[in-house]
Nanobody
Framework: EVEVAESGGGLVQPGGSTTLSCTFS????????MSWARQVPEKEREWVAV????????YYSDSVKGRFTVSRDNARNTLYLQMSSLQTEDTAVYYC?????????????WGQGIQVTVSS
């Protein structure tokens, strides 16, 4: 059985930083490309970052490029998203997921979602 333990997020002031993490078990984490996506109610899901198993990062969305950094620790089966210079527009539920862009939802392992609220 695959389990995902998430941490991070919460309320952050504009201009601030936070780091999200997802730790996977029961899953061959190190062999998978992994992604972060975010969802705002009544808007389409946005894929924000993709990282290959070897740590290569082929994709950041334009909206987060230069402010967010995706990384992974394969020894700890953990995926990270460092978020800095946060803006109110970054408020969303953030999801970690297995696979890169184009994989169908049912083919992925998903985290439960981490709320990030950017507000003063």
């Amino acid at each position: 059985e695959v389990e995902v333990a998430e941490s991070g997020g919460g309320l952050v002031q504009p201009g601030g930083s936070t780091t999200l993490s997802c730790t996977f078990s029961g899953f061959t984490f190190g062999t998978w490309t992994m992604s972060w996506a975010r969802q705002v109610p009544e808007k389409e899901r946005e894929w924000v970052a993709v990282i290959h198993g070897d740590g290569d990062v082929p994709y950041y969305s334009d909206s987060v490029k230069g402010r967010f950094t995706v990384s992974r620790d394969n020894a700890r089966n953990t995926l990270y998203l460092q978020m800095s210079s946060l803006q109110t527009e970054d408020t969303a539920v953030y999801y970690c997921a297995s696979g890169g862009l184009g994989l169908r939802d049912f083919e992925r392992v998903w985290g439960q979602g981490i709320q990030v609220t950017v507000s003063s």
